[in-house]
């Protein structure tokens, strides 16, 4: 693997990072990891509030759930990745977080309802797993990954949630997407009840978390994290007329 590779997801790790905790989705617990391409390693960020790690203080643990690079030390619920990254070859990216409003929808057996644009990207399912306990464990990740199967996102019943996709800049955008709609499914269910939308079932589109690229400069802008000069030369725009 090349050098300027894992510097390169380092970098886009410690953003995702940054724009997390901006969202408001990380505070100072939660973890967010990449897949290192052709490897069975990741990059995690180590066991402290991840919005305060820069690209030198990111850990590199192999499948096995060792840490065998960077100073550390890593989460301890490091075995939510190393097991999703196993069984999921489609995965590039895993986070967990303890997401205030991902926790509350969590607790209710309506789980989320795809009534809305953010809710609609779950509509292929989004579990529930019911143990709260932390997943600290190579048995209890294997439960949590069963009950996650090939969908894009997990609820913890009372813990919070585990959002996986092909990228950190996917996995990011999905899991601010994810909080934002179940904050707005639990106000909308203060005065009605949500009903899904008739075209509920096309609302993911994979192209669109591989190249987010709208959502992801706008993001990074935001937060002030790089120049606008370097966030507009980075953006893979499609083609007139191209769509998808």
Not at 119 to 127: K, N, S, T, V
Not at 132 to 150: K, P, V, W, Y
Not at 227 to 232: D, L, Q
Request: aromatic share 6%; glycine share 10%; with cysteine.
């Amino acid at each position: 693997m090349k050098k300027n590779t894992i510097r390169d997801l380092k970098r886009r790790l410690v953003e995702g990072l940054q724009v997390l905790t901006g969202e408001g989705v990380l505070s100072g617990s939660g973890h967010l990891s990449a897949r290192i391409p052709g490897t069975e390693s990741f990059l995690i960020n180590p066991r402290f509030a991840g919005v305060l790690a820069g690209p030198k203080d990111i850990c590199t643990v192999d499948f096995a759930g060792r840490r065998i690079a960077g100073k550390g030390p890593i989460p301890s619920e490091t075995p939510i990745h190393s097991v999703v990254y196993r069984s999921r070859s489609d995965v590039g990216s895993v986070l967990h977080c303890h997401a205030r409003y991902s926790i509350l929808l969590g607790l209710l057996d309506t789980g989320l309802v795809p009534f809305n644009r953010e809710a609609r990207i779950f509509a292929d399912g989004l579990p529930i797993f019911p143990d709260s306990h932390g997943i600290s464990s190579e048995n209890l990740a294997r439960r949590m990954a069963d009950a996650l199967a090939s969908h894009y996102a997990v609820l913890l019943r009372g813990h919070g949630c585990v959002v996986v996709g092909p990228g950190i800049e996917g996995t990011s955008i999905s899991a601010i997407q994810l909080e934002r709609a179940c904050q707005d499914q639990l106000l909308l269910m203060s005065f009605t009840t949500p009903k899904p939308l008739p075209d509920a079932g096309r609302g993911r589109v994979n192209a669109r978390l591989e190249n987010p690229y709208r959502a992801w400069p706008f993001l990074l802008y935001k937060h002030r994290i790089g120049s606008k000069a370097r966030i507009r030369a980075s953006i893979k725009a499609l083609k007139e007329g191209e769509h998808y």
